[in-house]
């Protein structure tokens, strides 16, 4: 199959994120696969990918940057929604008919078989340029409510025109059904695998235990400070205990208040924000807890390679995701609001034999999301659509 990934949607390819991520990881696995791959992004000129592509893909950086919109568009746009009028989004437009014809010139639509969008900026992208002919396959990276509940009603009918849509949770299928016509299926991520002789230790008496979070510092979805503040009530308790964070800094005024907190805590020595890793699994294998507060999530890369690598985990019950992927009393524990955090998060801390047992719980629960297992699923989809496509 010749398949284009389209990713219009990010800040920069140079991004340490989940899409991005995902995006040269699904390049790289079609094109091991034996399938032609381009993948296409927009950013400056020049910009290197954070993750590497395999020699074999296709890349094509439709080099415009941030493109700049006529004020009179951004205009009509912001007084369309101070009136609620659900009128065609002429910044939206006008930035898709740039995308269009750069892609135009960059890749030769019409020898393609199928198009995989990565968020709405490309769906109406692969709309026009597959003219009804190439099927068009868009992915839901967070939860449907995010990305899907937020799209106004003349987006939903451009939606509505792709072939498929993919969800990462089993429970998403019908809250996605309930708000778009087009086919939906579920095909989770890939969780990569750690044979089981490499998986965390957590038998080990130490002098230093740590708990590891993993993700963008921010306080909408990520909350870090959930866990700082659970911490906190219990430092003085467990002395030999420890947070380490880690990830890219996505709101700086954030990351400002949790230092204000570590501070007026003088927990200095207890939390640290450690920054950006490139491979987490060494991290993984040394921690003894990971806790991730999360509002919400699709399918956290982050959780699942900590549970995938052995680590009991802790979240939140009514998390979309987080809820189904870690289960309860048994591959970690669930928290029903910030006090429970701190009771689950100190049941864990206090007792070695329980992190074990929910250790290789969680490890052996995320066999069933190995890259041989997805990326299958993946390829009957496509294969199917574009013999259909052939019979049309």
């Not at 020049?46 to 205009?75: D, R, S």
């Not at 909408?220 to 400070?225: E, Y």
């Not at 950006?276 to 999530?297: G, H, M, T, V």
Request: charged share 25%.
């Amino acid at each position: 199959m010749r398949i284009a990934l389209l990713c219009f949607g990010i800040g920069t390819i140079a991004n340490v994120s989940g899409m991005e991520k995902v995006f040269v990881e699904m390049a790289n696995a079609f094109t091991n696969r034996g399938h032609e791959v381009w993948a296409v992004w927009n950013d400056e000129p020049g910009i290197e990918p954070f993750y590497k592509f395999e020699e074999n893909v296709y890349q094509v950086n439709l080099n415009l940057g941030k493109i700049k919109v006529p004020f009179l568009y951004k205009l009509q746009r912001e007084l369309a929604k101070s009136v609620h009028c659900d009128t065609k989004n002429k910044v939206d437009w006008y930035k898709t008919n740039k995308l269009v014809a750069a892609l135009s010139e960059s890749v030769d639509i019409k020898s393609l078989d199928i198009i995989i969008c990565f968020e709405f900026n490309s769906v109406m992208v692969a709309n026009i340029v597959s003219k009804g002919n190439i099927p068009v396959v868009v992915m839901v990276h967070n939860s449907v409510a995010d990305q899907i509940g937020k799209l106004t009603k003349l987006q939903r009918l451009e939606a509505n025109k792709a072939d498929v849509y993919q969800v990462l949770m089993p429970s998403y299928v019908e809250q996605a059904e309930s708000l778009l016509k087009t086919r939906i299926v579920f095909i989770p991520n890939v969780v990569p695998q750690v044979s089981d002789d490499d998986i965390a230790e957590l038998r080990l008496e130490k002098s230093k235990y740590s708990i590891v979070h993993i993700g963008r510092i921010e306080g909408h979805q990520k909350r870090q400070l959930i866990l700082l503040k659970a911490f906190a009530r219990l430092a003085d308790k467990y002395p030999d205990w420890y947070v380490d964070l880690y990830g890219p800094v996505g709101d700086i005024n954030y990351r400002k208040e949790i230092d204000r907190f570590i501070k007026e805590e003088k927990l200095g020595c207890r939390i640290c924000y450690k920054g950006i890793i490139e491979n987490s699994l060494e991290i993984l294998r040394q921690a003894d807890i990971f806790a991730f507060p999360s509002a919400y999530e699709g399918f956290s890369l982050a959780l699942t390679e900590a549970m995938g690598a052995g680590l009991p985990v802790l979240g939140f019950s009514h998390a979309p995701s987080v809820g189904e992927l870690i289960e309860h009393e048994k591959t970690g524990l669930l928290a029903s609001d910030e006090a429970d955090f701190t009771h689950q998060l100190e049941r864990l801390m206090k007792d070695r034999n329980l992190r074990v047992r929910f250790g290789a719980n969680a490890h052996e629960a995320m066999k069933k999301y190995a890259p041989e297992v997805v990326w299958q699923q993946w390829e009957d989809l496509l294969t199917g659509l574009c013999a259909h496509a052939k019979k049309r």
